[in-house]
């Protein structure tokens, strides 16, 4: 099947997701302690378990994409919801905005183009 440059963009931003995930991933388990505001004792397993859990899942949808498999399409914009719910708890019980900042903006974006029907008519789910 061809891949339309929609599907491309989108698995791009998928390894983009996998990227910032790891990345918050280690933060919380205190490996990064030199980017962002938070310092080097900041160790919090449960936000390291859930990030990490992100990464792979973010990983797999990007190859399922990759494949235009509509599957990939529909988690995709499953785990975009639950990314943002997952920023949202970040918020809410004393993280700040730049922890979340660019998480929240590309999974808003990704959430908004994968609802477009071209997208849509590209993995055949109209």
């Known amino acids: 099947m061809d891949r339309p440059i929609g599907v491309t963009i989108l698995g791009l931003l998928a390894v ?30 449960w936000y390291a378990l859930l990030y990490g859990l992100l990464t792979y899942i973010w990983a797999w949808v990007a190859k ?41 903006i590309v999974n808003a974006l990704i959430l908004i183009y994968v609802m477009l029907p071209g997208v849509r008519e590209a993995f055949g789910t109209d």
């Open 64 to 104: 399922m994409l990759w494949e235009v498999n509509p599957q990939g399409w529909m988690f995709m914009a499953i785990i975009a919801v639950f990314n943002l719910c997952l920023a949202f708890v970040v918020l809410v019980t004393g993280g700040s905005w730049y922890d979340v900042n660019l998480s929240v």
């Open 16 to 45: 983009l997701l996998a990227i910032l995930n790891g990345i918050a991933t280690l933060r919380f388990l205190g490996f990064l302690p030199f980017i962002g505001p938070l310092d080097i004792r900041t160790f919090n397993l």
